[in-house]
């Protein structure tokens, strides 16, 4: 079986920049991920940095969150940043329409959201309001939030607590405007996109509202409208959720066999060939890759936890969860040349979340642990990768059972690696090219069962652990991967 399963790892053909920011995160106003994720307001009993909670600050610094999109999604379209300034006692108690028509009393806003971002060291990623604001509200937060000179909103920013502009990494113009942001054609979001993107001085990257998973037509006629005009647009995002069984008939996050497993993990797939079909439209009206594909929703979708609101879209996490997101986050690393940011949906207690609150209590989610294994990819050199890869057969069907990516930085060289059969623990050839290595180290996710998580008052049962593995001997190494596991390959000289 040996001779079936092969990776050839290229460091003589590094040359792209993984972005860090391609494992950026998301916050809605969505069910508990701000309130009560996050945010419990200085009054809390838990332990808080200005209303913050310090055990959810702690662990994102540890998994070294680099970016974090906000107000929305669903909610960026209904959002009147005016009403989350100033004195808190003045602000507008609204109606949060897309999600479970609760109160959103408007105690997290811009300056609790830029003052979290700092706190836990990460770019800022704000979604302004196509759907239904105006262009001008849109310029006005613009400048509010990033303009060093005198005006109405810089004095009103002044006014409200904050002296200096804060540095805004990337803007969105509309969220899903094909859908919640205002179910529009392409052809009318692209002049609505453009007339926004003129007036929105000071918002450096723009991002405008990409396509609904395959709907290759929107981003073909974005491509047409937008990018002639360059300085309008710097990214075109996708959303595209993993969601097994479908829309119609969502499945339990927990609960499932193998069948279940095998569709997840094979949706998950899927993004490579999103990410491929939408890049190459792209590639015919922007060929230099100026433009940047930026997945800012991605995830698995499951049935919400039993008993819970269905408007909080509030989930479990499983061991399935962390190899598909290991899935996931090797795709976008191959394709670092046009990917370039991306999201997870949502950061905490909301879909497929790194962290999860019981009021005082919180826990890491496996999801949580792939994304600190997978740190030492943050604005690496990507290494191209052979992978030749036994197939993982269900009813008839078959996927690969291996999944890789590899990176260099520090005269370090990763790979990080999937085995998506959870029966049988694979071994493969490890060759790698150009540099010579001589030390080796791993680490590895896996657990159990195929639905092992961590739970409140339990121990965890999926963490990050240490892997053996023999050196590399000129060049090459067998390395054996448990079934079900996502593994770390450490090479040093
Ligand atoms: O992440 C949840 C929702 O999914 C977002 O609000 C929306 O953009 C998408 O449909």
Request: hydrophobic share 35%; with cysteine.
């Amino acid at each position: 079986a040996i001779a079936q399963n092969k990776i050839i790892a290229h460091t003589d053909q590094a040359k792209t920049v993984i972005d860090k920011d391609i494992y950026g995160h998301f916050a809605e106003h969505l069910g508990r991920c701000i309130y009560g994720g996050f945010y419990v307001g200085e009054e809390s009993a838990i332990e808080n940095v200005k209303g913050f909670r310090l055990d959810v600050i702690n662990a994102l610094k540890e998994m070294q969150i680099p970016l974090l999109r906000w107000p929305g999604g669903c909610f960026a379209d209904t959002y009147n940043w005016k009403d989350g300034i100033g004195p808190k006692s003045d602000r507008p108690s609204i109606v949060n329409v897309h999600w479970g028509g609760v109160t959103e009393d408007n105690s997290f806003g811009t300056h609790e959201f830029m003052d979290f971002c700092e706190l836990i060291g990460a770019e800022a990623y704000v979604n302004l309001n196509v759907g239904s604001g105006s262009v001008r509200e849109a310029k006005e937060w613009v400048e509010y939030m990033t303009s060093s000179n005198k005006s109405p909103m810089t004095e009103l920013r002044k006014k409200n607590g904050r002296e200096e502009p804060w540095k805004v990494k990337y803007w969105g113009i509309g969220n899903e405007n094909w859908g919640c942001g205002g179910h529009m054609t392409p052809e009318y979001y692209a002049d609505l996109y453009r007339n926004y993107a003129t007036y929105c001085h000071g918002a450096d990257f723009k991002i405008a509202g990409g396509a609904n998973v395959d709907d290759y037509n929107w981003t073909e006629v974005l491509m047409k409208k937008l990018s002639r005009h360059q300085f309008l647009v710097d990214g075109l995002s996708l959303h595209y959720y993993t969601i097994p069984g479908g829309w119609s008939h969502k499945q339990s996050a927990t609960k499932f066999g193998e069948p279940m497993y095998y569709e997840t993990l094979q949706k998950a797939l899927r993004m490579e060939e999103l990410v491929n079909r939408h890049s190459t439209i792209m590639d015919k009206y922007d060929p230099a890759k100026k433009i940047a594909l930026i997945v800012d929703e991605w995830g698995q979708w499951y049935d919400v936890e039993p008993g819970t609101n269905p408007g909080f879209l509030y989930q479990q996490n499983t061991l399935r969860d962390a190899i598909s997101a290991g899935v996931h986050l090797n795709i976008f690393n191959n394709h670092a040349d046009r990917v370039r940011m991306a999201n997870i949906a949502q950061m905490v207690n909301v879909l497929q979340a790194v962290i999860l609150t019981k009021d005082e209590q919180m826990l890491l989610t496996p999801t949580y642990y792939v994304f600190k294994m997978y740190s030492v990819h943050h604005d690496a050199t990507l290494v191209p990768v052979n992978l030749e890869s036994e197939m993982y057969e269900v009813d008839g069907k078959k996927i690969p059972a291996l999944n890789a990516s590899a990176s260099v930085k520090d005269g370090e060289m990763n790979l990080t690696v999937c085995n998506l059969n959870p029966n049988k623990d694979i071994e493969f050839e490890y060759t790698v090219t150009g540099d010579t290595y001589s030390n080796a180290s791993g680490q590895i996710i896996t657990g159990s069962k195929i639905n092992s998580m961590n739970d409140f008052g339990k121990p965890e049962s999926v963490t990050l652990k240490g892997f053996e593995v023999n050196k590399p001997k000129h060049g090459k190494m067998k390395v054996k991967i448990p079934a079900k596991s996502v593994v770390l390959i450490s090479l040093s000289k």
